[in-house]
């Protein structure tokens, strides 16, 4: 209760004095030890190595948590079957950078002879490529080890590159290099004697995974070193590099795959008999043009969040024109097309990677495709099914009685052990059942007409295009998207602590015209950011624990 | 109890000498003849007993009971409509009907709740959170330390996820997703046939234990710095480490010949989907590729998931899956239940009595390699429909290395399937007398199928 007055007053004084994020105080939440993504792994073999370097290998699932893999990541381990692929992948890139074929342009020194060892030239490497891939310098000891191992490696097999391949395999399976460990170190306020920030480099290292979905650059390292970091105006300096740097498409593209759930389509299938025009391709082609879409809107155009729901522009391959029923002149590769204003679609929701991740192999789901919508783009929650539902209610014969989705839910909607999360979920869905369960375009299902007439929490729509307005302007779409990208950005569920602080990035959200990068750097400056809490001693109890007050 | 020997101090300069000047370490043994001592169950050559091995074998979305469960215990038990397909094989295994996971006030979490009080021993408590270890961990802590592998997970389904094997919440085994990921882990580089009369160790391998070796050497550092549950996880990454450091460690020896053990082809494999023809013949070359790595003790420890929880299995040309027929077919008035979905059932019924075949064709011994193992077959749920978790299907197969007799039904109506886990770890040789969590805790063993 006291804590709760607390944050009103201080929300209150927020507004009062306009201050910005960075003076908001904030309790933060605990550091963590987050297991690099798939796609984090190959960003910094291909930062240090370049495109060249041929990454194969298979990773670890992720787990998703609280709806996003970017807080499992502060969950999963390694286990000794994702060790073997690390290990095997670490051999493999470390046998390419120093074959003959690479070694020249990739190695920042070349040995004296190429049959003995070279201490000097193997530490110039290890302590350079050491200080990329684990994000600080290394300590003397750890390039000791490296150098004498190398050098004794170099010795019995006559050959320095033998060596130097040892080296930069033992980093490239350093659980440093794997996980990012953050550091929280003391520092004292007046009144707040305990509070704890975020290590400068592991502030760094936040900030470009934030921004960039990779580690951070020479630049940034040395600006955490040199202890720029320390106050807002130099912070707010790098901040500003990295968010005009080339590499933000990629970190707003990483947000989005994951909030979207697109890693799911790596394990998508569609019945082909149902779908004749289903193929692998199809799948990623839709997967990327939904992502070329948003970062096209949102990144080079900085236009606003909400017109994503409405926008007729569509990035599109000849794989989905069929799809699309529109036709496509390139051959090859990406076509930017403006859909005309009497299309059936418009905007997100009706592309055709949504409507193919949240169906079923053989028919569309008006129920996955609602909360996946509710939970990911309204955050709000659509409790589990009951588990002892009396399913004898469904003695139909199926399709042929109950020809289209919207007769088939009926029941659920008329049993009140349904309804509570049906009436969540399906009317958003059915208002999408003019796509199937590819994403292809239809006006009937089983000989019946399809009516998409439906309503988003009050306010009623007709198809596609009137749902996608109803999103643009439902009063949940903002501050969801904060609340994501924040949960994002700090890889953990925000606390109570940061209420406030979510309230005020709201309105700055707002004020700023819905412009997502603006959004990011309000995130990236703001004091829950960098303040933080001792890492969790038992994982995930602490949340539940923090909820009950 | 093991003893440890106290060796002295190795200086970290000293130690990598050891490792990399070692490459002449085990060359060229000599091939030694196998053979077998006079009661036919040992490797006479090294005096060492044939390794016994656990298995699980899961199929999702159960069965009919009233269709499944026999009527009949004992011996003869009465064959039922929907163990109809394992006719073949029903005397190289025990069915377990009626044991289910005791609820202890907990909520039913849908395709969750059955497996997963049935692999660690309670109704999990937590919506989204699983407290592992799961049973097959806590038997490879046993006995899968010896082996290259662990254990070995595989997914018929195609999926790495569709896994419920793990330790804790922070380390689900992920699964191998095809015949040709099995194969290629376990067969290809790394694999030395133990029957083959060279042997020569890759000398790579000594400069790849010293990179591992490096590692360790952050990890008190790096402990200083992290929580207790982020110490688990790191402690799990250097448990990982340690398993592939023995690997190689392996890799250096000449591996004791065995007589069961051949070196199979590629898998010629077919679609990689939910497509039940399609999840039958990867089924089938995995239970292959499965058995002969067995077979050449490349692990002692495996979890075989011919489909997953809330069955996503599909005929061509369907608009459902199992899951979803099992929820939204309706019962056929005449028959009683579920057509469609019951064809599921069976056809899982079928491929485990392939699976049961294929490890009883492999002699070894003087029996068989299912004589060897003890592979039990489950599912998250009896009645899907329903949900229930009253009454899960059990099917033991195997001898356990004579420990277990098989033939039998045995009817545990009321009792919890930790019965059934504590029983297993006892036949695979844990020191164990008491398993399981709250209301399903139990310290009964079902002594009926003991040998």
Same mark, same amino acid.
């Given at each position: 209760m006291f804590k709760n007055l607390q944050l009103c007053i201080l929300a209150l004084f927020t507004v009062l004095i306009?201050?910005?994020?960075?003076?908001?105080t904030s309790q933060g939440g605990p550091v963590a030890m987050k297991r690099l993504t798939p796609e984090q792994y190959k960003n910094a073999v291909e930062d240090l190595f370049? !495109?060249?370097i041929d990454v194969s290998g298979r990773f670890e699932p992720d787990s998703r948590r609280s709806g996003l893999n970017a807080i499992g990541t502060s969950l999963v381990a390694v286990t000794p079957s994702g060790f073997e692929q690390y290990e095997a992948m670490a051999r493999s890139v470390a046998a390419q950078v120093t074959s003959p074929e690479h070694r020249h342009d990739l190695l920042p020194c070349l040995p004296k002879?190429? &049959?003995?060892?070279?201490d000097a030239c193997t530490e110039t490497i290890v302590r350079s490529f050491g200080q990329q891939l684990l994000r600080r310098p290394l300590g003397d000891d750890e390039i000791r080890v490296r150098v004498e191992a190398a050098s004794l490696a170099a010795v019995i097999h006559s050959d320095f590159y033998i060596g130097l391949e040892l080296a930069l395999s033992s980093l490239l399976v350093a659980p440093d290099f794997l996980f990012r460990i953050e550091v929280a170190e003391p520092a004292p306020l007046p009144g707040r004697p305990s509070r704890l920030r975020l290590s400068d480099l592991s502030l760094a290292v936040r900030l470009s995974y934030f921004l960039w979905n990779r580690g951070p650059d020479e630049a940034l390292l040395a600006a955490a070193v040199h202890g720029k970091l320390k106050s807002q105006e130099s912070l707010a300096r790098e901040v500003d590099r990295l968010l005009t740097s080339e590499h933000l498409a990629g970190g707003v593209r990483a947000f989005f795959e994951d909030l979207f759930l697109f890693d799911e389509f790596n394990d998508l299938g569609k019945d082909v008999t149902r779908?004749?025009?289903? =193929?692998n391709r199809m799948a990623a082609d839709a997967r990327e043009q939904t992502l070329r879409f948003v970062v096209n809107h949102l990144?080079?155009?900085?236009?606003?969040?909400?017109?994503l729901f409405t926008s007729r522009q569509l990035p599109i391959t000849r794989s989905l024109g069929p799809l699309y029923g529109v036709p496509v002149y390139s051959a090859e590769g990406w076509e930017d097309m403006v859909l005309p204003a009497n299309h059936p679609r418009a905007g997100l929701?009706?592309?055709a990677s949504f409507a193919m991740l949240h169906s079923h192999p053989g028919r569309s789901s008006p129920t996955l495709r609602g909360v996946f919508l509710r939970e990911a783009l309204l955050c709000q929650v659509v409790p589990e099914a009951?588990?002892?539902?009396?399913? +004898?209610?469904?003695v139909q014969d199926a399709d042929?009685?109950?020809?289209t989705a919207r007769d088939r839910l009926e029941v659920h909607a008329n049993e009140a052990s349904c309804r509570t999360c049906h009436t969540l979920t399906d009317p958003i869905g059915l208002g999408l %059942?003019?796509?199937?369960?590819?994403?292809k375009y239809r006006t009937h299902e089983n000989g019946a007409l399809i009516d998409t007439r439906s309503h988003l929490d009050g306010r009623s729509f007709a198809d596609p295009v009137e749902l996608g307005q109803a999103f643009a302007e439902s009063p949940l779409i903002g501050p969801c998207l904060v609340e994501n990208l924040y949960r994002y950005a700090v890889g953990r569920e925000h606390t109570n602590g940061e209420r406030a602080l979510l309230r005020y990035l709201e309105t700055r959200f707002t004020e700023t015209g819905y412009r997502l990068p603006d959004l990011m750097r309000e995130i990236a400056l703001s004091e829950g950011f960098r303040t933080a809490s001792p890492p969790? %001693?038992? !994982? $995930?109890e602490a949340d539940a624990k923090e909820e009950e007050t | 109890m093991s003893t440890r020997k106290i060796q002295p101090r190795i200086g970290r300069r000293r130690f990598l000498r050891g490792t990399l000047g070692?490459?002449?370490? !085990?060359?060229?043994l000599p091939f030694l003849n196998l053979f077998l001592n006079a009661n036919g169950n040992?490797?006479?050559? &090294?005096g060492a007993p044939l390794p016994r091995r656990f298995g699980t074998w899961f199929f999702g979305c159960g069965m009919n009971p009233q269709r499944w469960n026999p009527t009949t215990v004992g011996s003869d038990w009465e064959l039922t409509p929907e163990l109809l397909p394992i006719e073949n094989v029903r005397d190289r295994m025990n069915i377990l009907s009626g044991f289910s996971v005791l609820m202890?006030?907990?909520?039913?979490?849908?395709?969750r709740t059955g497996v997963f009080g049935t692999l660690c021993g309670g109704a999990p408590k937590k919506a989204t959170e699983v407290e592992g270890p799961s049973l097959d961990v806590l038997i490879s802590d046993e006995i899968g330390t010896?082996?290259?592998?662990?254990s070995l997970e595989m997914a018929a389904t195609g999926? +790495?996820?569709?896994?419920?094997?793990?330790?804790d919440v922070s380390s689900v =085994?992920?699964? %191998?997703?095809?015949p040709l990921a099995l194969y290629t882990r376990v $067969?290809?580089?790394?694999?030395?046939?133990?029957?083959?009369?060279e042997f020569t160790p890759d000398p790579r391998l000594l400069l790849r234990k010293s990179a591992l070796s490096i590692v360790k050497e952050d990890r008190l550092r790096l402990e200083r710095e992290l929580g207790y549950s982020d110490r688990a996880r790191l402690e799990q990454y250097f448990t990982s480490l340690r398993q592939l450091e023995h690997q190689l460690e392996l890799q250096l020896q000449k591996p004791p010949p065995l007589q069961a053990c051949s070196v199979p082809e590629p898998p010629n494999q077919g679609p990689i989907d939910t497509e039940i023809e399609h999840v039958m013949s990867n089924h089938a070359l995995m239970a292959q590729t499965l058995a002969l790595a067995l077979a050449c003790d490349q692990t002692r420890v495996f979890n075989m998931l011919f489909s997953d929880r809330a069955s996503s299995l599909r005929m061509p040309? +369907?608009?459902?899956t199992h899951h979803t027929l099992t929820h939204e077919e309706p019962r056929?008035?005449?028959?009683?239940?579920q057509p469609q979905a019951t064809y599921f059932v069976l056809k899982s019924m079928e491929a485990w009595a392939h699976f049961v075949e294929t490890l009883d064709a492999i002699p070894e011994g003087?029996?068989?390699?299912l004589d060897n193992c003890l592979v039990m077959a489950h599912s998250? &749920?009896?009645?899907?429909n329903t949900h229930s978790v009253v009454g899960l299907p059990f099917m033991i197969a195997g001898k356990a290395g004579g420990r277990m007799r098989t033939g039998l039904h045995i009817s545990g109506i009321g009792e919890s399937t930790s019965r059934v886990g504590l029983t297993m770890q006892q036949l695979m040789g844990?020191?164990?007398g008491r398993w399981g969590t709250d209301q399903n805790e139990t310290d009964r063993t079902i002594t009926e199928i003991l040998a």
């Amino acid at each position: 209760m006291f804590k709760n007055l607390q944050l009103c007053i201080l929300a209150l004084f927020t507004v009062l004095i306009g201050c910005d994020a960075g003076d908001l105080t904030s309790q933060g939440g605990p550091v963590a030890m987050k297991r690099l993504t798939p796609e984090q792994y190959k960003n910094a073999v291909e930062d240090l190595f370049g !495109a060249t370097i041929d990454v194969s290998g298979r990773f670890e699932p992720d787990s998703r948590r609280s709806g996003l893999n970017a807080i499992g990541t502060s969950l999963v381990a390694v286990t000794p079957s994702g060790f073997e692929q690390y290990e095997a992948m670490a051999r493999s890139v470390a046998a390419q950078v120093t074959s003959p074929e690479h070694r020249h342009d990739l190695l920042p020194c070349l040995p004296k002879s190429a &049959t003995a060892p070279d201490d000097a030239c193997t530490e110039t490497i290890v302590r350079s490529f050491g200080q990329q891939l684990l994000r600080r310098p290394l300590g003397d000891d750890e390039i000791r080890v490296r150098v004498e191992a190398a050098s004794l490696a170099a010795v019995i097999h006559s050959d320095f590159y033998i060596g130097l391949e040892l080296a930069l395999s033992s980093l490239l399976v350093a659980p440093d290099f794997l996980f990012r460990i953050e550091v929280a170190e003391p520092a004292p306020l007046p009144g707040r004697p305990s509070r704890l920030r975020l290590s400068d480099l592991s502030l760094a290292v936040r900030l470009s995974y934030f921004l960039w979905n990779r580690g951070p650059d020479e630049a940034l390292l040395a600006a955490a070193v040199h202890g720029k970091l320390k106050s807002q105006e130099s912070l707010a300096r790098e901040v500003d590099r990295l968010l005009t740097s080339e590499h933000l498409a990629g970190g707003v593209r990483a947000f989005f795959e994951d909030l979207f759930l697109f890693d799911e389509f790596n394990d998508l299938g569609k019945d082909v008999t149902r779908y004749p025009l289903y =193929n692998n391709r199809m799948a990623a082609d839709a997967r990327e043009q939904t992502l070329r879409f948003v970062v096209n809107h949102l990144v080079t155009q900085r236009a606003d969040y909400r017109e994503l729901f409405t926008s007729r522009q569509l990035p599109i391959t000849r794989s989905l024109g069929p799809l699309y029923g529109v036709p496509v002149y390139s051959a090859e590769g990406w076509e930017d097309m403006v859909l005309p204003a009497n299309h059936p679609r418009a905007g997100l929701l009706s592309q055709a990677s949504f409507a193919m991740l949240h169906s079923h192999p053989g028919r569309s789901s008006p129920t996955l495709r609602g909360v996946f919508l509710r939970e990911a783009l309204l955050c709000q929650v659509v409790p589990e099914a009951p588990a002892d539902v009396d399913f +004898s209610l469904f003695v139909q014969d199926a399709d042929s009685i109950h020809k289209t989705a919207r007769d088939r839910l009926e029941v659920h909607a008329n049993e009140a052990s349904c309804r509570t999360c049906h009436t969540l979920t399906d009317p958003i869905g059915l208002g999408l %059942e003019v796509f199937d369960g590819i994403g292809k375009y239809r006006t009937h299902e089983n000989g019946a007409l399809i009516d998409t007439r439906s309503h988003l929490d009050g306010r009623s729509f007709a198809d596609p295009v009137e749902l996608g307005q109803a999103f643009a302007e439902s009063p949940l779409i903002g501050p969801c998207l904060v609340e994501n990208l924040y949960r994002y950005a700090v890889g953990r569920e925000h606390t109570n602590g940061e209420r406030a602080l979510l309230r005020y990035l709201e309105t700055r959200f707002t004020e700023t015209g819905y412009r997502l990068p603006d959004l990011m750097r309000e995130i990236a400056l703001s004091e829950g950011f960098r303040t933080a809490s001792p890492p969790k %001693e038992v !994982a $995930f109890e602490a949340d539940a624990k923090e909820e009950e007050t | 109890m093991s003893t440890r020997k106290i060796q002295p101090r190795i200086g970290r300069r000293r130690f990598l000498r050891g490792t990399l000047g070692g490459a002449a370490v !085990a060359v060229g043994l000599p091939f030694l003849n196998l053979f077998l001592n006079a009661n036919g169950n040992a490797v006479a050559a &090294t005096g060492a007993p044939l390794p016994r091995r656990f298995g699980t074998w899961f199929f999702g979305c159960g069965m009919n009971p009233q269709r499944w469960n026999p009527t009949t215990v004992g011996s003869d038990w009465e064959l039922t409509p929907e163990l109809l397909p394992i006719e073949n094989v029903r005397d190289r295994m025990n069915i377990l009907s009626g044991f289910s996971v005791l609820m202890n006030g907990e909520a039913n979490q849908v395709h969750r709740t059955g497996v997963f009080g049935t692999l660690c021993g309670g109704a999990p408590k937590k919506a989204t959170e699983v407290e592992g270890p799961s049973l097959d961990v806590l038997i490879s802590d046993e006995i899968g330390t010896k082996t290259r592998f662990r254990s070995l997970e595989m997914a018929a389904t195609g999926n +790495s996820r569709h896994s419920n094997s793990l330790r804790d919440v922070s380390s689900v =085994n992920p699964a %191998e997703p095809s015949p040709l990921a099995l194969y290629t882990r376990v $067969f290809g580089s790394g694999f030395a046939d133990p029957n083959a009369a060279e042997f020569t160790p890759d000398p790579r391998l000594l400069l790849r234990k010293s990179a591992l070796s490096i590692v360790k050497e952050d990890r008190l550092r790096l402990e200083r710095e992290l929580g207790y549950s982020d110490r688990a996880r790191l402690e799990q990454y250097f448990t990982s480490l340690r398993q592939l450091e023995h690997q190689l460690e392996l890799q250096l020896q000449k591996p004791p010949p065995l007589q069961a053990c051949s070196v199979p082809e590629p898998p010629n494999q077919g679609p990689i989907d939910t497509e039940i023809e399609h999840v039958m013949s990867n089924h089938a070359l995995m239970a292959q590729t499965l058995a002969l790595a067995l077979a050449c003790d490349q692990t002692r420890v495996f979890n075989m998931l011919f489909s997953d929880r809330a069955s996503s299995l599909r005929m061509p040309g +369907s608009a459902d899956t199992h899951h979803t027929l099992t929820h939204e077919e309706p019962r056929d008035p005449v028959l009683g239940y579920q057509p469609q979905a019951t064809y599921f059932v069976l056809k899982s019924m079928e491929a485990w009595a392939h699976f049961v075949e294929t490890l009883d064709a492999i002699p070894e011994g003087d029996g068989t390699l299912l004589d060897n193992c003890l592979v039990m077959a489950h599912s998250e &749920t009896s009645e899907a429909n329903t949900h229930s978790v009253v009454g899960l299907p059990f099917m033991i197969a195997g001898k356990a290395g004579g420990r277990m007799r098989t033939g039998l039904h045995i009817s545990g109506i009321g009792e919890s399937t930790s019965r059934v886990g504590l029983t297993m770890q006892q036949l695979m040789g844990l020191n164990i007398g008491r398993w399981g969590t709250d209301q399903n805790e139990t310290d009964r063993t079902i002594t009926e199928i003991l040998a």
